[in-house]
């Protein structure tokens, strides 16, 4: 297996496992695109996702950011994040909290004001 198959199957193992197991293996992988995908999974456990919430990597963060499994505390650190697109991704979120929701409706960027406008769950 080449090393690009054997990573798109690597990021194919991340997006669908159900395992649990697996899923906290690949979100320590040295790879942030498999962690990403970890990030994105549904499935993935509380404690996996929000170690991934303070991953350093933005693209891994942003991932976490619109995943319905990550929790509260995450989402909320995650409303604080330097980097604009994580803020922007996490303002779609629909399991903000409003205090959450209210700190993204004031971003200082127009991106995650708009993000937060067109999240359904907004008030």
């Known amino acids: 297996m080449s090393g690009v198959t054997?990573?798109?199957d690597?990021?194919?193992r991340a997006s669908h496992s159900t395992s649990p197991d697996e899923l906290a293996t690949l979100a320590?992988?040295?790879d942030?695109?498999?962690r990403a995908a970890v990030a994105r999974n549904p499935?993935?456990?509380p404690d996996t996702i929000d170690a991934l919430?303070?991953?350093d990597d933005w693209r891994v963060r942003a991932a976490a950011a619109v995943n319905v499994a990550t929790g509260s505390f995450s989402l909320g650190e995650?409303?604080?994040?330097?980097?604009v697109r994580v803020r922007e991704r996490v303002a779609r979120n629909t399991g903000l909290?409003?205090?959450d929701m209210e700190r993204v409706f004031g971003d200082e960027d127009g991106r995650v004001r708009a993000a937060a406008s067109a999240n359904p769950a907004a008030p």
């Open 6 to 8: 054997a990573r798109q």
């Open 10 to 12: 690597l990021i194919s």
């Open 28 to 30: 320590s992988h040295e």
């Open 32 to 34: 942030p695109e498999i």
């Open 43 to 45: 499935l993935v456990n």
């Open 53 to 55: 919430a303070f991953d």
């Open 78 to 83: 995650l409303t604080r994040d330097d980097d």
């Open 97 to 99: 909290s409003l205090k």
